[in-house]
């Protein structure tokens, strides 16, 4: 079998060995004679795998114990509306730091629903560059202060954070959960959808503070308070039975492979491989993003035109490499290398580049 190596931004790679062991285990879950996909989510069989994944989850990013962790459904774009009706509640106030796209379109369903002070815009920039951390500061009232993490189409990422003191800490880390450790303390909520970098598609993880659950969860239907979901350990209604059985192999093996420090180390090496590259060879690559803040997981890029940019998707597919068009809204080229990328795969990426460079000065 062929693998191709896999640069699309998501859904997105997964290891080969988690694919593996969903295959052999797909018709016939450890024996029980059934497969998990058709068992019910009340069973002991798949109470093992969703507590398992719950925990390690937990485990791996050291996320205390005053905080819940769910595994909700509707992507990190139903936490755009689920949020703000938790935390801020209908007429509230709410701050944003607007980085680019998706932060566009969180803010874009918050203030739907209340006043959104935008505390930082990356307009000028053209949405390249991102604040000092110490400079952003919540405004008086706010209910709390919404990032992105890292922005997966503009390829910007936050390498500090913010102190927001009592003003909830909220950031969507849909493209680099788990890439690096993390003070879960600094934050009120977390979320991200798994598709990025820890699963298939089909599960959202939310972290929230215990005492933001209760906020405005008596205002709301069933589904939308995170209240509902945090009293039954995401097990209110049906949750995604195969993301969250895919996600626990991909945790097994990230803790088996020496947890977030070593993700963390693995992530920059592989990063550093392609922005050398693009670099050494500033002639005919560009990076516009501000050196300080390129994403260690969507390295985005130009080739000298249009034409040549093309050229260099179609030739790389051609060699086998997948998905490394940039998105319709910006262009140019965009290489993703979550977490399960493997570094073999970054040097192939990175050889072909210079390849392509010379070949086309
Ligand atoms: C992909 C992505 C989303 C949207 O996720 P869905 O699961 O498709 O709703 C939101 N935010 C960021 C940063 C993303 O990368």
Known sequence: MARKINFFAGPSVLPVEVLEELGKEMVDFKGSGLSLVETSHRSATYDEVHMGALNLFR???????????????????????????????????????????????????AKKIGNVNVVWDGKDSSYMTLPEAASVKPSAGSSYLHLTSNETIGGVQWKEFPKTGDVPLVADMSSDILCRPLNVNDFGLIYAGAQKN??????????????????????????????THAEKDSLYNTPGVFPIWAMELVLKRMK??????????????????????????????????????????????????????????????EKGMLGLKGHRSVGGCRASIYNSMTKEGVETLASFMEDFAKANS
């Not at 959202?204 to 005492?211: A, L, S």
């Not at 977030?260 to 516009?288: R, T």
């Open 198 to 227: 820890i699963g298939p598609s089909g599960l959202t993880v939310v972290i929230v503070r215990d005492d933001l659950i209760e906020r405005h969860a008596d205002e709301l239907t069933a589904y939308m308070a995170y209240k």
């Open 256 to 317: 088996s492979l020496g947890g977030l420090d070593a993700f963390e180390k693995m992530n920059q090496e592989k990063a550093d491989l392609l922005y050398n590259v693009i670099s050494q060879y500033s002639d005919f690559y560009n990076c516009p993003v501000d050196e300080k803040y390129r994403s260690v997981m969507n390295v985005v890029f130009t080739t000298p035109g249009e034409e040549t940019d093309k050229a260099f998707v179609a030739q790389a597919a």
């Open 59 to 109: 485990e791996l990013l050291q996320v205390p114990d005053n905080y819940k962790i769910l595994f909700l459904q509707g992507g990190a774009t139903l936490q755009f509306s689920m949020i703000p009706l938790n935390l801020m509640g209908q007429g509230g106030t709410c701050d944003f730091v607007n980085s680019g796209a998706w932060a566009k379109k969180a803010l874009a369903d």
